[in-house]
């Protein structure tokens, strides 16, 4: 049973369009949430984090908002760039329990 | 600072065999956790080690095991290889073990024959 789901596996926008990535969790007891971007052939690479204390975190072009109520976390990059195209994959954590779980990932597309 | 490395990149091995992987965190962090890449599965998360000590292990068969040195470099076993174990391996690596943002390597590319 999945307990991160990210419900799109694609997703195309514009560039310097808003893109916004959504990833659904099961487990309330979850304390920290975040998202890793991931080109072919590498690593995923941190992006940003958000504890479950707080509903939103900005860096730069990128925010993640949290709404626990819903268990509903997403990301929105703005303006979306050719750079940004890759998978992102939304991942949660909870003190010393596993490591990450991770969602499948979402291909997001900027198109020109 | 360097990042977290892996080696090797790419490994064909047969059905039967073992592999042994290797991975170097970023200097100063103490944790390492490797994670199994698959199409079907996603990520997924193999086991954490943190000052030498299994920390935590996921939901994986005892074919697969680890070990971390005093120097904070870890290496991950696989033995009697099957098909299915074909995945990207990755390690990450944090100061501590607990809630902090975690910094992947590359990653291996292993491919079962």
């Known amino acids: 049973d999945q307990q991160v789901k990210q419900n799109s596996p694609s997703l195309s926008v514009q560039e310097g369009r808003i893109s916004i990535l959504n990833c659904d969790y099961t487990?309330?007891?979850?304390?920290?949430f975040l998202w890793y971007k991931k080109y072919p052939a590498e690593g995923p690479t941190f992006l940003i984090s958000?504890?479950?204390?707080?509903d939103k975190n900005e860096d730069g072009r990128f925010t993640v908002f949290l709404n626990k109520s819903a268990k509903h976390l997403s990301l929105h990059i703005v303006p979306s760039q050719p750079g940004d195209s890759a998978v992102y994959f939304c991942?949660?954590?909870?003190?010393?329990?596993?490591?990450?779980?991770f969602g499948k990932g979402t291909h997001l597309i900027i198109q020109p | 600072k360097a990042g977290v490395t892996q080696t090797p990149r790419y490994l064909i091995k047969t059905r039967g065999q073992q592999v042994t992987l290797s991975c170097s965190p970023i200097?100063?962090?103490?944790?390492v956790s490797w994670y199994q890449q698959t199409p079907g599965q996603g990520l997924q998360f193999l086991f954490e080690?943190?000052?030498?000590?299994?920390?935590n292990k996921g939901n994986f068969p005892g074919r697969f095991s680890g070990r971390q040195f005093s120097n904070s470099r870890s290496e991950m076993n696989v033995s009697t290889l099957e098909l299915g174990d074909s995945a990207l391996y990755l390690c990450?690596?944090?100061?501590?073990?607990?809630?902090?943002?975690?910094?992947f390597g590359p990653g291996t590319r292993l491919l079962v024959l």
């Open positions: 990450a690596s944090r100061p501590t073990s607990g809630i902090e943002t975690q910094y």
């Open positions: 958000i504890s479950s204390i707080k």
């Open positions: 487990n309330s007891m979850f304390d920290y």
């Open positions: 200097s100063g962090h103490r944790s």
């Open positions: 991942a949660v954590l909870w003190g010393g329990a596993d490591g990450l779980t």
């Open positions: 080690y943190f000052s030498e000590t299994q920390r």
